[in-house]
């Protein structure tokens, strides 16, 4: 196997992630909106994408297949970028008051 993996950095760095987009989701319900906001939705689906970008990086350092490793790290490397993109957009709403 390469020593260059991105493995551990995708996994611990997508925990952490994860945990930011849970405690938004439970600020916004202990804050008493009882309306659905965009940044619900995008938040949610950040953390899903991040659930299953730990997911497959766990799995890609614990596979003794190096080919599957590699195909597995390449997968939860672009879902990780898919749930950053979405934690940016919620970032912009959030900093640009763009709800109403």
Not at 4 to 9: E, G, M, Q, V
Not at 38 to 46: E, H, K, L, M, S
Not at 52 to 61: E, G, H, N, P
Request: proline residues 2%; charged residues 15%; hydrophobic residues 50%.
């Amino acid at each position: 196997m390469s020593q260059d993996r991105k493995s551990p950095h995708i996994l611990n760095t997508s925990t952490n992630l994860l945990g930011f987009c849970l405690i938004v989701l439970t600020s916004i319900k202990v804050a008493g909106f009882n309306h659905v906001t965009i940044i619900d939705d995008i938040t949610g689906v950040a953390a899903l994408l991040l659930m299953a970008s730990c997911l497959l990086s766990f799995l890609s350092l614990r596979s003794s297949k190096p080919m599957w490793s590699e195909k597995l790290e390449t997968v939860a490397d672009y879902i990780f970028l898919s749930a950053l993109i979405c934690i940016s957009i919620t970032i912009i709403f959030v900093s640009f008051n763009l709800l109403k």
